[in-house]
């Protein structure tokens, strides 16, 4: 039994009942059926029918925001800003994927020579829930353009949304099984990766689960693509405009509750205007809301569990231990919900799990640093490598940072790392591999094929 919960006051929301092992094995066979169809349909025609499933989310995006607030507890605007930016990457990739995916000629000694994409089949995703609708679309909208099918295991605590979403692919007019969604435990994905089947893997999600993920597919050499956990580090500079930095840097940390991958998680500040920065981050972070996530008023809602909530308060608990200095927060309220306070830690150091691990909650570390070039150290001085941000007044001198000082996938000066369909996404080190999004997303689950005629 799979159950979903409401984190804001930990009622079961709804139970249920996981596939069979016969049932799963018919809906894969179905899928690669749908698949033989599908591949063949012109981009004309699947864009047409993933602009329908865009116009969806946007008629329906309250019903769907509301869904995702209550199984997980972010702010409900944040909801509608998902479902939003949902619609958006389903416009983008049906207006996009045939120029991605053009033969290209090259010259060779033969008559021709050209490279296609050609679609792999059915391609599992293994889905988080920290943005359910979100995270989801970015990985169907470019797999089923490519000509490829897609099927969902979804965060068991969210398989709600994970029905809605399969609704929508149905609703919009895509061909049954060319999107499915199963409800299914993590302990079943080992062995549906293995089913020959299934031709791709994409994970978003722990590094834990990336390990279990990319080891099940490489031991039966299949590709996958891996959008795993982060410790994103934001430099700030002497000639950072503060009240700027610090107003970036805490919307960024509490941005979906701090449960975001690319949150600002360790905050790098020079020696020189590190106390002024930790006293306007205080102060900033005690004036953000915390509660019913209806409720508009409220920056922050429950976090999605209480598990992972005790969870973030072990590891802050475990860095006052070893030297962090508490400045705001870090209590359990008095509350049947899974609510954790926005938190400051200060004088965080590596060996602290502030530091050291990722903290996927509202609670900040803050890092005193001699100079840019300690601060540089200390920002690459981890096993993730997602994001990373630098704040200066000095435009080049911040995006010489960026482009060659900062080991991460994306590097933003003066702003907080987001996410646009428009640019490639994802990480380097324990954050994974491989990327999503933009021309480059598309072309992950492709098979990249040669072609020369004499
Ligand atoms: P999670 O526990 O790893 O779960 C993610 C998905 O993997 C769920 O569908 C889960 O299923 C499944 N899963 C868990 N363990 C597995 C295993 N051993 N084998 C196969 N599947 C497994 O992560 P989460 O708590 O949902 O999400 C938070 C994590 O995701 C954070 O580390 C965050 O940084 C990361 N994340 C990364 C990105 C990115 O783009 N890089 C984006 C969002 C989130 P069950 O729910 O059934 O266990």
Same mark, same amino acid.
Request: glycine share 6%.
């Given at each position: 039994m799979i159950q979903s919960i409401n984190p804001a006051n930990n009622k079961v929301i709804k139970t249920y009942q996981e596939i069979s092992d016969r049932e799963l094995s018919e809906v894969l066979s179905k899928m690669q059926y749908a698949f033989e169809d599908w591949k063949t349909k012109s981009f004309n025609y699947r864009a047409s029918l993933m602009k329908t499933a865009g116009e969806i989310l946007r008629s329906k995006r309250e019903e769907y925001s509301k869904l995702m607030t209550l199984e997980m507890g972010k702010p409900i605007a944040q909801s509608r800003a998902e479902v939003d930016k949902c619609a958006w990457v389903c416009e983008y990739?049906? $207006?996009?994927?045939?120029?991605?995916?053009?033969d290209e000629i090259i010259k060779t000694d033969s008559s021709k020579s050209f490279v296609t994409y050609q679609p792999l089949g059915v391609v599992l995703a293994v889905m988080p829930w920290n943005f359910p609708f979100w995270q989801v679309f970015r990985f169907a909208a470019p797999t089923l353009m490519a000509g490829n099918v897609g099927l969902l295991k979804h965060a068991s605590n969210v398989s709600g949304c994970s029905l809605a979403i399969e609704e929508i692919f149905s609703e919009a007019g895509f061909p049954?099984?060319?999107?499915?969604?199963?409800i299914l435990g993590s302990s079943r994905v080992k062995d549906l990766i293995a089913d020959p089947i299934v031709q791709a893997v994409s994970l978003t999600g722990s590094v834990p689960a990336g390990k279990s993920v990319a080891s099940a597919a490489g031991s039966n050499i299949k590709k996958t693509v891996l959008e795993l956990g982060g410790s994103d580090p934001?430099?700030?500079?002497? $000639?950072?405009d503060l009240n700027e930095a610090v107003q970036t840097c805490v919307t960024s940390r509490l941005i979906n509750g701090g449960q975001s991958c690319i949150a600002a998680k360790r905050f790098i500040v020079v020696e020189k205007v590190y106390d002024r920065f930790v006293e306007l981050y205080v102060d900033l972070m005690k004036q953000k809301k915390m509660g019913d996530?209806?409720?508009?008023?409220n920056d922050i809602g429950p976090q999605a569990s209480v598990k992972l909530r005790d969870e973030l308060h072990d590891q802050v608990l475990r860095s006052?231990?070893?030297?962090a200095i508490l400045l705001l927060g870090g209590f359990i309220p008095d509350s049947d919900g899974a609510y954790y306070p926005p938190t400051v830690l200060a004088d965080v150091t590596p060996g602290m799990p502030a530091f050291d691990e990722e903290?996927?909650?509202p609670v900040a570390a803050i890092i005193k640093a001699k100079d840019e070039d300690e601060a540089i150290k200390l920002a690459n001085k981890s096993v993730f490598g997602l994001g990373a941000a630098v704040f200066t007044k000095d435009i080049t001198r911040g995006e010489k940072i960026a482009r060659e000082k900062l080991n991460a996938g994306s590097c933003f000066v003066n702003q907080f790392v987001r996410s646009d369909p428009r640019l490639p996404f994802g990480g380097i080190k324990e954050s994974g591999y491989g990327r999503e999004l933009s021309v480059f997303g598309i072309r992950e689950f492709v098979n990249i094929k040669t072609v020369v005629v004499k």
């Open positions: 990739y049906a $207006d996009n994927a045939e120029k991605f995916l053009q049954e099984f060319v999107f499915k969604s199963v934001y430099v700030v500079l002497e $000639d950072a996530p209806f409720d508009e008023s006052i231990k070893t030297g903290l996927f909650g």
